[in-house]
């Protein structure tokens, strides 16, 4: 029996060796790249336009096939961690800059900064500044390509400020008109706003009134966090102020765009993707608002947040071509139509200049928003962010404005407890 | 059956009705509720339609109709209704064999080996889920229906459950058996397994609803599209930044939730009566 | 000689047992060895002795997380089973087309997706506008945010948990009930027991096998439960556990470990942990049975 099946294996072997012997020079080889996208440009027309990027490319490079696959973000996530353990990582993909540390240590990012500088002027410079900034933790490393992204917008219930005695026409241009407002909305018997203390991202959002990208995010040197604390005091005063005006509901529940809809909330802070829906309720039932830009401390600051998607390269034999794709999805007229279709605002500055693009809407304020908000989380690709400090600024920020303690008390706890969070 | 008269109807019957209906109420509610948002016009504030009926038959047909043609949902139902039917066919089978020689027979280990698989349920999937996925991988299976069923079959829940109701089973009825020659495959095929009927049944029932809600496995395992699970297709909406409005993302849940219901209201039935022990007379 | 004899058992179990060597064995025991080491799934594997268990048991939210769980599974556990029996006896009582509507009812919350259900419980919780916080209107009490409210995040949970596991219980119970011979209860009759006495001289003991899976089950899935919390608090591998985690739990705390720091030595050393608590909870349950002489 053994020796029958040595001697079976020998043929095999053989055969194969024959195989691969004779396939010689054959056709050019022939490559698929995985390419994974958020699960929205998986669907309907953001996946047609996709697909036609994809065939414009392959008619381009014969004998490449590319598969696009969807997934939601944490998914993603998961996936590309599963992928690089088992050596199954998607050739070309997208995801959020925030992950980008935890994408470079489980090696699924490659490193494109000799590929990138081998590409002309014209096209490094089609892209917004400081987005690219995030994605070279250092001056020779270039880890991602930002793609799409948003800056958080304030959308407005027109009929609500109405009914409250309120001006439309201007929108507030500082936080103390934009509470003044909020006071009066919920004297008229509305609910003025989410309750911003529930989500990091809404925290961050009402911090950027006050503060900025140099005193929020980590020094990761010394590994503490960058909050400082009068800022912090000054804005941990604000949940305070505006708990008794808040509905109860994240920025992020269906509850909040319900409340919207049915004339009940004034102002919801956040990003575009809930334009859609309302959109869909201004045709339904009658819904008028608008979105502007979130009110800083003083005129001409803004509040919000800004992120970026990324789209980052795998290292491996496919490295180079999958960047070549990367650098065709992003650049200025692939862009340029990517935002013509969705109306939303993505990283290459030079498509957002373009003059129909730029008519947008949605886009026009997007741009605006994104330059004068806060980066949520920089600075990227250093090091992934722990658990225990996105947790610890919710935790801390509700319970103060719950008011467990003092504003004051408050961010020392809050700055203490974070670096203790870094340390580790 | 006469109608029994007024005086009759004891406060119990009453009683056991009001809870009856009261229960089934809050068991159901949640999910006509989510009917009667598919059912709706989008866009339309909570306020003006508390979605207590469904308020537009064609608004639901039409969100039901995009999903199935727009995405690849019934792609998506064909391969979790084969992964949900063959991880049944093998859980039931080598479940069945083990549980029955666990919980009739006396040899040598058996409390050992039971024991390490009850084990295997204390160990949360969360810690082996990417060794077996490593393996998994090395063996080729990634992307394949093998590598989403095989590493489910040896269920240790369905080896539980089995066991202890064929420790109901009298031990007379296998001497019997043994005496009138049965071999051992015999007894099982013959006497055992008719006699547990409905926990096979049940099983069957649970095991296809947990290999449906199964959502991390085929995540990591059926990263193509074409092997795409009903879970992951639905993951696609369910995403919080997602651009999609609400209805329809109730729309891809609900249809989710289709084949479980019909597979249930199809197999209930076999759930049969008092499983007659008379033979133990004989 | 004494292996021939037992060799037709062997022969029966060996597909399970192959398959569950292969399988779960060798995972569990990979990740027992990846415990003891920093792993993130890519680069080899770096020994750490017990410096994951060490880091873990200090830290804050492994004592909150495990101190959730107890409070959670002691109270799941018991209520669920108990709704269950109830709802099996229940349908139990009906006959023909009543008992059938009455199952197929209870049973429907097992039939729905995780994220559906979590989404339509969102939905009924919301504060002002929910459906439970809208009938609180009516009686003229304040609107309850239940799942924003470290009070009430924790109960609002096990609602919906027994929501779902009531009707997967009740089913197994039922199997079981069908199992019990009509003779018995006749035979009672006849002697004069009535409804309760049957139920806990009959139904109670001959369920007892069953009773015992469905409690021990019950005790170590409630041990791990994940998606509810998960999905109820809007989680994600960055940011879990909702409110001041009030509604973290041991297993949530592992993913967030596996996939959003990617430290799977940790996530391993937590599973370990947890799976110890779990055993010695088990083997109560086993010994107790031992020891009472039941199932």
Known sequence: MKTLDKLRFGVAGLAVLFALGTSGPAVAEDITLQYWVYSDFGQGDALALQQEFIKEFTAKHPGVTIEIVGKGDDDLTAGQVAGAASGNLPDVFMNAQSVGAQLVEIGALDNMYSKWMAMPEEFRAQFDQDALKSCMPKPDELYCLPYTGFGSLLFRNLTVLEKAGIDTTKPPATWDEWFAQMKQVKDAGMFAIPDETLVFNSIAEIYATSGGTDSWGFDWANRKTRIDPATMTKVLQKFVDMKPLGSGTSRNDQATKDLFISNQLAFHTIGPWVNPTYEEAAKASGLKYDFVLIPGDEAGKTGGIRSYEIVGVAPGPHADLAFEFAAYITEKAQMARWAKLLSRYNANAAAMADPDVAALPLIKVSVDAAHGAMDVAAPYFVDSVPSCYNSTVIDIASATADGSSTPEEGAKEMISQLNDCLAK | ?282 | MSVRRYLPHYLMIAPFMILFAAFFLYPILSGFYYSFHDWNGVKPPAYVGLANYQKIVVSRDFATAMRNLLTYVAITVPLGILVALGLALLVDSFTGRWANFFRNAYFLPVVLPAFLAATIWRWIYAPNFGLLNMILGWFGAPSVNFLNDTGTMLYALIAVDVWVSAGFNMVIILAGLKNIPAELYEAARLDGANKWQQIVHITIPMLGPVLFFVVTYGLISAMQVFDKPWLLTGSSFTSYGGRRNALLFPVMDMMGRAFGSVRFGEAAAYGFLLTVTIVILTAAMFGLRRWRGWA
């Not at chain 2, 999910?31 to 709706?40: D, E, K, S, Y």
């Not at chain 2, 949900?84 to 039931?92: K, P, S, Y």
């Not at chain 2, 080996?113 to 490593?134: C, E, K, N, Q």
């Not at chain 2, 059926?222 to 992951?232: A, C, I, L, R, S």
Request: glycine letters at 8%; a positive charge; charged letters at 10%.
């Open chain 2, 1 to 282: 059956m006469s109608v029994p008269s007024l005086r009759r109807i004891s406060i119990w019957v009453v009683l056991k009705w009001a809870i009856a209906l009261a229960v089934a109420g809050i068991a159901l509610f949640p999910i006509w509720w989510m009917i009667n948002v598919v059912f709706a016009l989008p866009g339309e504030p909570v306020s003006l339609n508390p979605r207590l009926w469904p308020t537009s038959i064609p608004a639901g047909m039409e969100k039901i109709g995009l999903i199935l043609t727009e995405t690849d949902y019934l792609r998506a139902y064909t391969v979790s209704v084969l992964y949900a039917v063959l991880t049944i066919a093998g859980v039931l089978l080598i479940g069945s064999l083990g549980a029955f020689e666990f919980a009739l027979f006396e040899f040598p280990g058996r409390n050992l080996l039971f024991g390490i698989v009850m084990l295997s349920l204390m160990v949360p999937t969360a810690v082996t889920i990417i060794p077996t996925y490593l393996l998994t991988s090395q063996l080729g299976w990634v992307n394949t229906m093998r590598g989403l069923v095989i590493p489910g079959v040896a269920s240790a829940f369905g080896l539980f459950m089995l066991v202890q109701f064929m420790r109901a089973i009298p031990k007379e009825m296998i001497e019997a058996a043994r005496l009138d020659g049965a071999s051992h495959t015999q007894i099982y095929w013959h006497v055992a397994l008719p006699l547990c009927r409905n926990a096979l049944v049940t099983l069957a029932i649970l095991t296809f609803m947990q290999t449906w809600g199964n959502y991390m496995w085929p995540l990591i395992i059926g990263t193509k599209p074409e092997m795409y699970t009903v879970g992951q297709v639905v993951g696609m909406f369910n995403s919080p930044l997602s651009h999609q409005t609400v209805d329809m993302v109730m729309t891809a849940n609900l249809l989710a939730a289709i084949p479980p219901l019909l597979f249930f209201l199809i197999f209930q039935r076999k759930i049969v009566e008092g499983i007659a022990t008379s033979g133990t007379k004989g």
